[in-house]
């Protein structure tokens, strides 16, 4: 079976964060991700190329934004909240507020 990098909590990095929500597609994913919990990789409706989402949610996983959790052939993905909140307090609330509506 196949596993996927997550950094740790503590391996979390700031500028690594900060790297993977500069990008808007990446913030969308995030925000999208923030009010609905944990999604399988298909159900977000983004209208960009299979490839470049993938590599957008790889960003995000391993920057320690997203978790993604693997269930036979479905990826199910979700924030890093607690992690998030432990290493950078205020942080998600920051994006939530800042974040323009998709």
Same mark, same amino acid.
């Given at each position: 079976m196949?596993t =996927?990098?997550?950094p740790? @909590?503590? +391996?979390?990095q700031?500028s690594s964060?900060?790297?993977a =929500?500069?990008? %808007?597609?990446?913030l969308?994913?995030v925000? #999208?991700?923030l +009010?609905?919990? +944990? %999604?399988s990789c /298909? $159900?977000l409706?983004?209208?960009? $190329?299979?490839?470049? =989402?993938?590599?957008?949610?790889?960003? =995000? @996983?391993?920057? /320690?934004? #997203? !978790?993604?959790?693997?269930e036979?052939t479905?990826?199910?993905?979700?924030?890093? +909240?607690?992690?998030?909140? $432990? @290493?950078?307090? /205020?942080?998600?609330?920051?994006?939530?507020?800042?974040t323009?509506? !998709?």
């Amino acid at each position: 079976m196949r596993t =996927l990098y997550h950094p740790n @909590r503590e +391996e979390i990095q700031f500028s690594s964060v900060l790297y993977a =929500l500069s990008d %808007q597609i990446r913030l969308q994913i995030v925000t #999208m991700l923030l +009010e609905k919990n +944990e %999604q399988s990789c /298909g $159900a977000l409706n983004i209208p960009i $190329a299979k490839s470049t =989402l993938s590599h957008h949610f790889k960003v =995000l @996983r391993e920057s /320690g934004v #997203m !978790y993604t959790r693997l269930e036979g052939t479905q990826r199910f993905i979700s924030i890093r +909240e607690d992690d998030l909140n $432990a @290493r950078f307090p /205020g942080l998600l609330d920051v994006v939530i507020h800042v974040t323009e509506p !998709y």
